[in-house]
């Protein structure tokens, strides 16, 4: 299916064209099958013909604009596919170039719709995704499952800009608007820099609004190391996008609504990572990890929830800057909002486990201060009240193995307000049920612990809060004192161990300080080396 200038070039204008083509899939395929019958032929370079060496799919080089690919009913399945960037290579689908875009779609310009794929795997380098490459047109009711993940496991792996659905958008599409809804992800994805169930990334499209609505991510969604192979050279890593960035100044520009992620494991590889230390250790890879999104700059995320599936537990594992909605965020005043119909609050229900910056909702809720010498984001350590991370309930464990971990955000120089949550914390210094880390200024109002257990192996932990170095916290710009509710079951550490808060260092100037503490141990402990209360 070719391009004008593309049949100008090969000398192909004159073919007839329709206007408006539509494919329909009237049956299931099972590419495997047919494959592996003896039916599959290719031919070499001398134009001989014989049995195909493997059952590899080269990609379909696009599908035009004026195009529709589709089910003709919702359930009609394509299985079995292999799709390789080598194999793309070897049809000449990438003409003189080595590398490419690598999907069943090289490039879909048209509209894929009501279908799925299933047993898939696909395998590129830039550009990879399950249905398309690089997408420019419509995606709609698609689905990658994997229903026989011993036998046939669905993977999509790459490097840069790799999905579950789709691993580019590409900015030429037609329209004010670019929409993807209704989609659905059960394959695992696999990548180093900007990998989503749904789409590697997505960013401000000129003119155009940029929606993921209703989708929904049930598969791992994971960081491969680098060539360094250390657990910080993936980046950008999301259960439905990677990285969501809005230039516009129009928070609605750029926006994930009503999408569910909870990416899958089995118990027995779940009991080999987390029985000991040194099993985990390897699953800990990716800067900027969120079961939503990885990293949110100005976009907004609303409505979204990490729910279980069918009674399962999904998990978040990530190295730095990990959140069982967003790794960072850098968002707007709509932010991260978790407000549901009827005033109802967002949940987050996954496991979330990291090393270092690891929330329930959020790693860590921060402008950007600068970077380290690894390009890792530094967070400014100002109060910005525009970030917000508003009604959100944390049913998940959260678990650090180093520092700065809290039921609903590691490290806070935000706002914060409306929530209840019951916590389970593990981590090494500032830990905290809510927030592990409140810095200058920041604020945290309306929130409850209503219980659970923060345990740390380190210092300054707290039941609500692992140490806070703002005046913010106890009082509003007013001085009318904050209510502070912290009722765990347990908090225990080393040093610096509280009901409330594990260390409190603040810059007063003479202010008075006033609060309404109203913890409630009764029931449970508190147990520290030394400086407990």
């Not at 657990?231 to 890593?237: L, N």
Request: charged share 20%; aromatic share 10%.
């Amino acid at each position: 299916d070719y391009t004008d200038d593309q049949r100008s070039q090969k000398g192909y204008e004159g073919l007839k064209t329709s206007d408006q083509i539509t494919y329909q899939l009237t049956a299931n395929v099972d590419w495997k099958a047919f494959s592996e019958s003896g039916s599959l032929y290719e031919t070499n370079e001398y134009y001989e013909t014989h049995p195909a060496a493997d059952n590899n799919f080269p990609s379909i080089r696009q599908l035009r604009s004026c195009a529709v690919f589709e089910g003709n009913a919702k359930e009609r399945v394509i299985s079995g596919l292999s799709v390789t960037e080598s194999a793309n290579k070897k049809a000449g689908l990438y003409g003189e170039k080595s590398t490419g875009a690598t999907g069943v779609f090289l490039e879909n310009k048209g509209t894929l719709r009501e279908f799925s794929l299933d047993c898939i795997q696909v395998a590129g380098t830039e550009k990879t995704g399950a249905f398309c490459g690089v997408n420019s047109g419509k995606l709609e009711g698609l689905q990658t499952l994997s229903s026989k993940p011993d036998e046939s496991p669905s993977i999509v792996t790459g490097t840069l800009d790799v999905g579950g659905i789709t691993g580019a958008q590409s900015g030429e599409e037609e329209g004010d608007e670019v929409v993807y809804e209704s989609l659905v992800n059960r394959a695992s994805v696999i990548g180093n820099t900007y990998v989503g169930g749904i789409i590697g990334r997505m960013e401000t499209l000129e003119d155009k609004e940029f929606q993921i609505k209703a989708c929904k991510n049930y598969g791992r969604v994971e960081a491969v190391r680098g060539s360094s192979d250390a657990p910080d050279s993936g980046r950008y890593i999301g259960g439905i996008a990677g990285y969501c960035k809005n230039t516009s100044g129009e928070t609605s520009r750029v926006e994930i609504r009503d999408c569910v992620s909870s990416p899958q494991y089995t118990d027995a590889e779940l009991k080999a990572w987390l029985a000991e230390p040194e099993g985990l250790e390897p699953k800990l890879n990716g800067v900027y990890v969120g079961g939503i999104v990885g990293y949110n700059d100005g976009a907004s995320v609303a409505v979204c929830r990490t729910e279980n599936e069918e009674g399962k537990s999904g998990y978040v594992f990530g190295y730095q800057y990990v959140g069982g909605i967003a790794g960072f965020s850098e968002g707007t005043e709509e932010g991260i909002d978790g407000t549901l119909s009827g005033g109802k609050s967002g949940v987050n229900e996954a496991h979330v486990i990291g090393n270092s910056y690891v929330g329930g909702i959020v790693g860590c809720s921060a402008a950007v201060g600068g970077t380290d010498q690894n390009g890792i984001v530094i967070p400014d350590q100002r109060a910005d009240y525009t970030l917000q991370v508003n009604r959100w309930i944390n049913k998940g464990m959260v678990a650090a193995t180093g520092s700065y971990a809290g039921g609903i955000t590691g490290y806070n120089t935000g706002s914060k307000g409306i929530l209840s949550a019951v916590c389970y914390v593990n981590g090494g210094s500032y830990a905290g049920g809510i927030v592990g880390y409140n810095d200058v200024n920041a604020v945290v109002e309306d929130y409850e612990v209503a219980g659970g257990y923060i345990r740390s192996s380190g210092s300054y932990v707290g039941g609500y809060a692992g140490f806070n170095a703002s005046l913010a916290f106890f009082m509003d710009e007013d001085t009318r004192e904050r209510s502070l509710h912290s009722n765990p079951n347990e908090v225990k550490g080393r040093y610096c161990v509280g009901g409330t808060i594990g260390g409190n260092v603040i810059a007063v100037g003479g202010t008075d300080i006033s609060a309404d503490f109203k913890t409630d141990n009764f029931l449970g402990k508190l147990s520290a080396d030394a400086f407990a209360g």
